[in-house]
């Protein structure tokens, strides 16, 4: 489905050009699949060519010296016992399909030490976790962990030198075998254990793809202990609910109407048409829907609630099961996407990086939670989160996407997604999330991809600072509120 355009003849030409891309890079890639394969047949040829003419080359000299022994010699008299003519070639044939037996046993055995060596057994999570707890209950969890924390880094190091030296063996081969190669090295390796051998082919004239160096997880993680390490970072400031509102009226995006004040659970004064939601909260825990007092929605548990006391004592819940960390509220206006129906506003969530859309999330809370990811050219795609949940989404128009883009770019920092609730009237917007709630569970495709992105907005957001550029609305912004 292409990007929602108010002009029809734009949206079809959009489609059309969509489609023209999308079979040329499918074609692009089958090609380079196809490619791939013919290198790995050629290189295994190659091999089994060498190993061949070795084993020959072994078998002859080892024939030889055989023949030379005192054994073979003195054997003499024995060896006419041994059938000859069309006897004698059963015979070889038959030791001969013993020998290959014997040779196919011996390599599975060592095949199977190997996997013992560097690999445990797979097991999915609920028998994982069932193992982890039996070992807690008993009090032995310590333990067991301070054991696998060694085994996995072992492993790990005896993985790490196995493929680093593979790829080793390739260094001085031509491009076509290098980059095969050295493509699988990399998608086996962390960004910390890639040796600096592959990276320096990566910045020569063979200009060897890093693309497996790439990971918006790591990023994030970095950027993660770099706001431990200073203390503060750009992107932080609009974490704050009301900084991110006073920011959206400096640029005249719309926000819902907030109460001034934070209130306690208590002090929440009984009113129609609000959104009740902790003052520090994600993923819509502790927010409920305030049709009217005997109509309220909890976005969460997807669940109805008939009056006031209700609601208070589930807030109550919220807090006791650390749902929601504080007795802190906000009261804001009820946007709605459909006001005759009383049709919640969807979620629009953007994944922008400096100035630029990569990603973009539809999310319908209610009556039942449901997901839709969306790239910026219109495309639905999977992304290894909520593959359980997914929908066909409505998607985004160009302009809403340009104006996130725009809001973004304001922002001196690589990544921060933008948060917006679809009203009956457009976008309204919601909140700045600097760290989206479990980014490490896209899939590797979408991690790499979004790694890019984080990766060149920071080297453009370097450049831009370096040539002076003024970020007039964040700059506003922490002036007036020292």
């Known amino acids: 489905m292409a990007v929602i355009s108010e002009n029809k003849n734009n949206q079809t030409d959009k489609r059309e050009s969509i489609s023209e891309q999308d079979q040329s890079a499918m074609s692009h890639q089958v090609e380079k699949q196809e490619a791939d394969k013919l290198i790995e047949a050629l290189i295994k040829k190659e091999a089994e060519i060498k190993k061949t003419d070795t084993e020959i080359k072994d078998s002859e000299k ?3 010296n055989i023949k030379k022994s005192k054994t073979w010699q003195r054997s003499n008299s ?3 016992w041994v059938p000859s003519g069309n006897g004698q070639k059963q015979y070889i044939a038959e030791l001969e399909e013993e020998l290959g037996i014997t040779q196919n046993e011996l390599i599975a055995a060592l095949e199977l030490i190997n996997e013992l060596k560097i690999e445990n057994a797979r097991l999915d999570y609920d028998s994982v976790w069932r193992i982890a707890k039996e070992q807690k209950d008993e009090g032995k969890l310590v333990d067991l962990l301070d054991k696998l924390i060694n085994k996995k880094k072992q492993s790990d190091q005896n993985y790490n030198h196995l493929l680093q030296s593979s790829a080793r063996l390739f260094e001085k081969e031509t491009y076509e075998y290098k980059q095969l190669v050295y493509s699988k090295v990399l998608s086996g390796l962390k960004v910390e254990d890639i040796p600096e051998f592959m990276v320096r082919s990566g910045l020569s004239e063979e200009n060897i793809l890093l693309k497996q ?8 993680n970095m950027r993660m202990r770099q706001l431990q390490l200073q203390g503060s970072l750009p992107e932080m400031v609009l974490d704050d609910k009301k900084m991110a509102y006073h920011f959206m009226n400096q640029m005249n995006i719309r926000i819902p109407q907030l109460s001034d004040q934070t209130y306690r659970l208590n002090d929440i004064p009984e009113q129609e048409g609000i959104v009740i939601k902790p003052a520090d909260g994600a993923g819509g825990r502790g927010v409920y829907l305030v049709y009217s007092i005997n109509d309220i929605i909890d976005i969460k548990k997807a669940k109805k609630l008939t009056n006031w006391p209700l609601l208070r004592r589930s807030m109550e819940k919220d807090i006791d099961s650390g749902q929601v960390n504080t007795d802190e509220w906000l009261v804001e206006e009820l946007i709605l996407e459909n006001k005759k129906e009383k049709l919640p506003a969807r979620d629009i969530k953007f994944y922008c990086f400096y100035g630029k859309v990569a990603l973009i999330l539809e999310i319908v809370r209610y009556p039942e939670l449901k997901y839709c990811w969306w790239t910026k050219a219109g ?3 999977a992304t290894g ?11 985004v128009t160009d302009d809403e996407i340009n104006q996130a883009s ?4 304001e922002i001196p920092a690589p990544f921060i997604r933008i948060d917006f609730l679809r009203s009956d009237e457009g976008l309204v917007f919601g909140e700045f999330t600097p760290k989206p709630g479990n980014y490490d569970e896209f ?3 979408t991690d790499k991809w979004l790694g890019d992105y984080f990766i060149e907005a920071q080297g453009r957001l370097e450049i ?5 550029k003024q970020f007039t609305h964040y700059t506003k912004l922490k002036e007036n509120h020292r």
């Open 406 to 409: 725009t809001i973004s770019a």
């Open 213 to 220: 160096a790439s990971s918006f997880r790591a990023s994030l």
């Open 62 to 64: 080892l024939i030889k």
């Open 379 to 381: 495309e639905r795609i």
């Open 464 to 468: 831009d600072l370096l040539n002076g």
């Open 443 to 445: 899939d590797t495709e």
């Open 78 to 80: 024995i060896r006419k």
């Open 385 to 395: 989160k909520y593959d359980e949940s997914l929908f066909k989404g409505r998607g």
